[in-house]
């Protein structure tokens, strides 16, 4: 249950707004006064605070720069007058996740209170995830505690104490080839020579030449004898990628290999026998080609024997951030940044996000955060701009202008940067030394809100 201190001098106010939200499933705890508050929260396992700003004593201005100060993990939602775009923005810079305005409506402030507990709760997944990303010992280049992940793990555990064939299937950029070397790793072949082919990428003349090897002699530009990835990757994993692109007429020829365990190099009069694990990824469905007579069928049940399905990355969950700060770490290195983690912000817009392009685009959209990073912490300014404009799965969808107490902090920002631009006809210097701000960070607000210098 969510933990909730509530903090206003006027009583009244105070046991109102704790009725409201206990009706809604809250666990309250009232305050009159800050100073109060602060001195509990080392009792409690407090998840959101809710202060009025005007109080005596103690402001709630400087309630959210203590809490700020000390508890940076605890969000504080202020409330203040309606319509007071320059109090919200104060709010926001003294600490706060954010405002509601009064009078106060309580299924505003239960929503509001709902999203601030999930945004704890994330901050506190971040950090988890950053510890356990750090003591990580996976399976190689393999990241995921998501249970379509764990199924993956099994498969691999059960299909490396053998030499059957493995079918790999998954869309493009879920790592197919990440799961052929696991597989290859763990096997009793490990200490022999993995070798990759995409066969998409050879063209049709050339592939069986690259499979097999040739002779010297065998067509015009063979000056010497060549070995073919079938002997090179003896004692090893030969691992096929995007099988379904290879041609018709080179497939049997990939299956009397197969069933032989020998190979003919072109141009040769003699066969070479080979000792291999085959293992093939597609992100075709071969059953449809197999129907359609595009993919030969003794072929594909020749190198089916095992299939191991990759699950698309937003089928993963948390997975996500899990290989997003396994990625930061790495690039962090390679960039020489200080830069150790996602912000709960940009941590929202990678969730929200459907990620068509699975983790390879996740791998695209970290390396480019974190070589635009101006923090230690990957901001939504960062990320690409599909993904900054992604909705959140959290957001309220009621949000907007049509119900002010429920705009983000983003859009009261938003409005009174361009409130103050305005006043000032447009002069950027003067806009940015009202809202004491550098140009440089004016300059970026606008651009990310898409005002252009007109």
Request: some cysteine; proline content about 4%; hydrophobic content about 40%.
């Amino acid at each position: 249950m969510t933990a909730v201190f509530v903090v206003d001098d006027e009583r009244e106010m105070v046991d109102l707004i704790a009725l409201g939200l206990k009706k809604r499933g809250f666990q309250m705890l009232t305050f009159t006064s800050g100073a109060e508050a602060l001195a509990a929260i080392p009792g409690h396992d407090v998840d959101v605070i809710i202060t009025d700003l005007n109080m005596k004593g103690m402001s709630g201005l400087e309630l959210c720069q203590k809490v700020a100060l000390d508890r940076p993990d605890i969000p504080v939602i202020v409330l203040t007058a309606f319509g007071s775009f320059e109090t919200a923005v104060g709010a926001i810079r003294a600490g706060a996740y954010d405002f509601v305005t009064k009078p106060v409506e309580i299924e505003a402030l239960a929503i509001a209170v709902r999203r601030a507990a999930e945004h704890r709760s994330l901050r506190g997944e971040l950090k988890r995830l950053h510890e356990v990303v750090a003591n990580t010992r996976g399976r190689g280049d393999l990241i995921g505690a998501s249970p379509a992940m764990q199924q993956v793990y099994q498969l691999i555990d059960q299909v490396s104490t053998t030499d059957a064939t493995v079918l790999i299937t998954g869309e493009s950029g879920t790592g197919k080839e990440v799961v052929a070397r696991a597989i290859h790793d763990k096997s009793k072949r490990k200490d022999g020579p993995f070798v990759a082919l995409n066969c998409a990428a050879v063209p049709e003349a050339l592939l069986e030449s690259e499979l097999f090897g040739h002779a010297k002699g065998a067509f015009t530009d063979a000056q010497k004898s060549r070995q073919g990835l079938f002997q090179q990757a003896s004692g090893g994993t030969l691992f096929l990628d995007e099988v379904g692109d290879m041609a018709l007429t080179t497939q049997p020829k990939l299956l009397r290999a197969l069933q032989e365990k020998r190979v003919r190099p072109v141009g040769a009069e003699s066969e070479v026998v080979t000792d291999v694990r085959l293992v093939t990824a597609t992100n075709r469905d071969l059953e449809d080609m197999v129907e359609d007579k595009r993919f030969r069928e003794d072929l594909y049940y020749r190198i089916n024997v095992i299939h191991i399905p990759l699950p698309p990355l937003r089928a993963r969950g948390g997975d996500v951030l899990l290989l997003a700060q396994h990625m930061l770490r790495h690039h962090a290195a390679v960039f020489e940044k200080k830069v150790v983690g996602l912000s709960a912000a940009a941590a929202e817009r990678m969730l929200a996000y459907d990620w068509p392009g699975n983790v390879r685009e996740l791998g695209n959209c970290i390396e480019r955060a974190v070589a635009l990073a101006h923090f230690e912490e990957i901001q939504v300014e960062d990320l690409p701009e599909k993904i900054r404009n992604q909705q959140t799965r959290r957001s309220n969808p009621m949000s907007g202008s049509d119900h002010p107490e429920l705009m983000t902090l983003e859009e009261v920002e938003r409005r009174h940067v361009l409130r103050v631009l305005e006043a000032c006809e447009g002069n950027r210097t003067d806009a940015a030394k009202i809202l004491d701000l550098d140009r440089k960070t004016l300059y970026r607000k606008l651009l990310r809100w898409g005002v252009s210098d007109e």
